[in-house]
């Protein structure tokens, strides 16, 4: 829940700021236009940390004790290019050699 209100935050506070504006003054504020900045990957991020914490809910991964690691898996950038949501089942093993 933690992680979809970050998600809603980001993504939906210019919205609700401008209706709020439109409801009180009945106008729109002037820099209402392009003034909302939403961090790039923002959802991807988000989408990979809801993807561990599921997988450690299920069994499928286990508790990974390094915090390096899970935020490697996070923000591993040559996937977040590349494609869907990957399951650490399948990325974390490889730090193990």
């Known amino acids: 829940v933690l992680n979809l209100s970050i998600l809603g935050y980001w ?51 286990e508790h990974e004790p390094r915090f390096w690691r899970v935020l490697l898996y996070i923000l591993f950038f040559p996937h977040h290019q590349a494609g869907p949501i990957m399951r650490p089942a399948k990325f974390l093993p490889q730090f193990y050699g």
């Open 11 to 61: 993504k939906y506070r210019g919205f609700l700021l401008d209706g709020l504006a439109q409801l009180s003054l009945g106008v729109a504020r002037p820099e209402a236009a392009g003034s909302h900045r939403i961090p790039l990957g923002i959802s991807f991020y988000i989408f990979q940390l809801i993807a561990y914490q599921v997988d450690l809910s299920g069994r499928a991964t």
